[in-house]
């Protein structure tokens, strides 16, 4: 379905709550602010010679994450020898 050239690339007005406004409106931007001046936001990409570049992100000293992952074993509770599970197949009777 071809749609008219009347309404191709028309403006809206400031007011205008269609969905593609709104939209815009409520976009968060690409790029937040870097956390200190020394840290360095990644570039947006560029064609240069045929291929797409973008400048790396950088870290100061202060910020830079670790190598390794975040410790979070120290939240599991450790309550002994793990008991295997073992599926009942059929009906039983506890003695006792």
Known sequence: MAA???YLRQTHAPDCGCSVCWSARQAI?????SPCPDCRPPGLPYL???RWLCRPRSFCAKH?????PPK?????????KPTPFVPVREA???EG
Request: proline residues 14%.
């Open 72 to 80: 979070y074993w120290h939240v599991v509770y450790d309550s002994g």
């Open 4 to 6: 008219s050239p009347y």
């Open 64 to 68: 830079d994450p670790s190598r390794r």
């Open 48 to 50: 240069e010679d045929g």
């Open 29 to 33: 931007p690409l790029h937040s602010p």
């Open 92 to 94: 039983f009777q506890l």
